[in-house]
């Protein structure tokens, strides 16, 4: 069984709903999950999992230092994540205030590293992106990636 982990940061708790979401989701297709904050990863963790999927608010179009401080600490591990299936997903303050440029900021550290990450030729191309507090459709968008990373992670990890 593929191991992943749904790390976020959330200040407001929006990411931290995205993240609920998407790790209830990849539970339900059959995977073992790990939910924890970002600021409780150690980088030598990443290691132990076969998928990874990374969650911030927007903040200026971009990842929030949080994040993107696990992955400055990361470069102590590159080359290692090689080959693992990456997601990314975001919250921010409205739709063209940033989300796309956040998750792809998110997939640029990931490929990076040399993970594996799929685009959806359906909506949100890149991740899932939601304005403020996720509602119900909102919802079904994150668990439409996360049941897409699963199945990555199923065909690659069996």
């Given amino acids: 069984m593929a191991k992943v982990l749904v ?27 790990t939910l924890k904050p970002v600021e409780k990863i150690r980088v030598s963790e990443l290691l132990n999992y076969d998928g990874i999927a990374v969650g911030s608010p927007t903040y200026y179009g971009q ?18 994540l090689d080959g693992k299936v990456g997601a990314a997903f975001t919250s921010s303050g409205g739709y063209g205030c940033g989300g796309e440029t956040t998750v792809l900021s998110i997939l640029n550290a990931l490929l990076i590293h040399g993970m594996i990450v799929q685009g959806d030729p359906g909506d949100f191309h890149y991740g899932a992106i939601v304005e403020g507090r996720p509602e119900k459709d909102d919802e079904e968008a994150v668990r439409v990636k996360a049941r897409r990373m699963a199945t990555l992670l199923r065909r690659l990890h069996g």
């Fill in 7 to 33: 790390t976020y940061y959330s200040r407001t708790g929006n990411t931290k709903r995205m993240a609920e979401i998407f790790a209830e989701t990849l539970r339900e297709e059959g995977l073992d999950v």
């Fill in 63 to 80: 990842m929030a230092a949080e994040v993107k401080k696990l992955f400055d600490e990361s470069v102590r591990i590159h080359g290692k």
